[in-house]
């Protein structure tokens, strides 16, 4: 189990007053919430930069369902990775355009890797990959 | 319903075979559907920028469920924003830590303005925003 | 003048292991140097996505300089906007190739705008726009 | 030398519509101009994610230049590592804070450390990377 450390941080107070501000209009209850957010958010970038430890991610995609096949393709291309693929959601845009959020877990290579094929088969409109961390020692 | 039109590029042989390797690596079709990729990131992203359209997008959030009111604290600010929040799907990763995807429909700022409130809760290791786009006219 | 002010920040010590690692490796003097610039990298980030403070920016062209006109082309467009690009810096990258920085101070989509009619002309073969601050309250 | 190719793209046309207000709006010259943009942008934004090619930067720094010693540090770095950063240009931006920007040229795993080692210095306010190409083969 780990503990809480306490430590101090000296700030211009100018910068602090431009900080708080930032702090208030984010709802953040306190400046240690935010600064720990920050400090977080900078080491999954880096992490995610390295590619050298398990990461989390989610694969958002738009596409046209009516586009022949491509539902199929899709549901088998998760499959074929269905270590990494962890679970899907499915969110009804319009009559034609559908919303798909994939869960996955995985080094950060294969989840780019599996990201690139989804995103690049006929019909998906656009794609984006989010990497973030297992929560582990964050 | 809108009708293909097909046009040409002219690109320099050196560039051309790069960009074949980049379409191969990536599994795309052919060289049509690598171009419009691209076009329609670039686009989903300049409208993003201007912030004067509806947008869809997702929230990924990392949090220890653990966390004494968490839940319900995200899950009352979700219901706030019922007009906005489409869904949500939830992963467990580990006896701690969870991972919870939303997906939103609205315009660019009151996206931004609920994943800044979602991603600040005490709690929250950490969250990201995916701005995409409704599909229509892509 | 602005005084410095101190204030505490509690960690849970798994992360604050991480973040000291991460300190170490990026040579920062102390934990207040890496925190300020965080806190000053987000602040930066902000105002150039809300586009309502003077900011300053750099834009990196790179270009083959035998392209016909493409020179004058370019000290056309920055005399142009002479009130916004204070100055230049070119390079020579081989018997071709170019690059040029830009130093640019303005309003964010005054900046933008003249990044992307630089980085459109033909024969430039990439160009990138970096949002920095003036530096001041920072 | 390389020569000029041409190739056909099928395009859905109201993309194509929306396509075409960005090229307009961009101020390029004609599609097949604004295509290779985007594929030369792609192409550089993935070798820099892959690190294996000889790659250029620009390091965009802002600092108070009356912060102690601080211009002889980060003098003394640049020359540290002479074979990578080619020039620098300097900018007064007012009475405290100065625009510093560096080309610099190499792996991009050294120029990535070597920026956060000037950005990490006491004094830099803010400080940005920007990777792009040395142009050949674009």
Do not use: P
């Not at 990494?84 to 959601?89: C, D, F, I």
């Not at 919303?99 to 877990?105: D, S």
Request: aromatic content about 6%; charged content about 25%; glycine content about 6%.
């Amino acid at each position: 189990m780990s503990t809480l450390t306490r430590f101090g941080i000296s700030m211009d107070s100018q910068l602090l007053r431009r900080f708080d501000a930032f702090i208030r209009e984010h709802a953040y209850a306190n400046r240690s919430e935010a600064v720990r957010d920050l400090v977080r958010d900078r080491l999954v970038q880096k992490s995610w930069d390295q590619g050298n430890e398990e990461m989390v991610g989610t694969i958002t995609l738009v596409f046209d369902h009516h586009q022949r096949d491509l539902t199929e393709k899709l549901t088998a291309q998760q499959h074929d990775h269905h270590e990494t693929v962890l679970s899907a959601m499915h969110v009804h845009l319009d009559h034609f355009n559908c919303l798909e959020v994939l869960a996955v877990r995985g080094k950060a290579r294969d989840i780019q890797s599996i990201a690139d094929r989804l995103i690049s088969v006929k019909g998906v409109k656009h794609g984006k990959l989010v990497m973030t961390a297992t929560g582990e020692g964050l």
